[in-house]
C-alpha cells in the first residue's frame, strides 16, 4: 500500500511540474491569394496581407491590416470594394479599422479600373501603398 501511494505521489509531482505543456491553438487558414496580396484567418480575426509599393520605411514591402469579423465585416469589405468598381465617377473611400485607416484608391485606367490600399496606422507615423488590383483580382483575393 506503501508502494503504492509512493508511486502516485511522484507520478503526480512529475505529470504537475512538467516542463512541456500542450497550448491549444487555433488553426491558420490561408483563404485567396494574388501575386504576394493574401487574406490571412486566425479564428474571427481576418489579416490582409499586401504588397507594399511605396512605403515611409522600404526595409518590409509585405504590410498587412487586421480586423475581427463582428458583425460579418469581412463580406462587407468585399462588397465596399466590389461596389467601388462600379461606382460613377470612381471616387476614394476611407475606412477605420482598430488600429489603421485604409483609403481604398480606385483609378480608372483604359483596360480595366483598379484598387490600391492606401495605408496609415492611427497614430500617424506610418503610410503606405498596396499594388494596384483589379476586380478579378479582388475575387480571387476574397474567393470570390
Known amino acids: 500500500m506503501k508502494r503504492?501511494?509512493?508511486?502516485?505521489?511522484?507520478?503526480?509531482?512529475?505529470?504537475?511540474?512538467a516542463q512541456?505543456?500542450?497550448?491549444?491553438?487555433v488553426p491558420v487558414e490561408k483563404l485567396g491569394k494574388v501575386n504576394n496580396n493574401y487574406i490571412q484567418?486566425?479564428?474571427?480575426?481576418?489579416?490582409?496581407?499586401?504588397?507594399?509599393?511605396?512605403?515611409?520605411?522600404?526595409?518590409?514591402?509585405l504590410r498587412?491590416?487586421?480586423?475581427?469579423?463582428?458583425?460579418?465585416?469581412?463580406?462587407?469589405?468585399?462588397?465596399?470594394?466590389a461596389n467601388g468598381f462600379t461606382a460613377t465617377p470612381l471616387y476614394d473611400i476611407k475606412l477605420e479599422l482598430p488600429n489603421?485607416?485604409?483609403?481604398?484608391?480606385?483609378?480608372a485606367s483604359v483596360d480595366k479600373p483598379t484598387v490600391q490600399f492606401m495605408v496609415s496606422n492611427k497614430e500617424g507615423n506610418s503610410n503606405n501603398v498596396s499594388e494596384a488590383l483589379t476586380k478579378d483580382q479582388v475575387n480571387k483575393l476574397f474567393q470570390k
Open 64 to 81: 498587412k491590416f487586421t480586423f475581427k469579423n463582428i458583425d460579418n465585416d469581412y463580406l462587407s469589405l468585399y462588397n465596399i470594394i
Open 4 to 17: 503504492i501511494i509512493t508511486i502516485a505521489v511522484l507520478f503526480l509531482s512529475f505529470a504537475s511540474f
Open 20 to 25: 512541456i505543456k500542450v497550448i491549444a491553438t
Open 100 to 107: 489603421n485607416y485604409v483609403w481604398l484608391h480606385y483609378t
Open 41 to 61: 484567418k486566425i479564428g474571427d480575426e481576418y489579416t490582409v496581407f499586401y504588397n507594399c509599393i511605396q512605403s515611409d520605411d522600404e526595409n518590409n514591402t
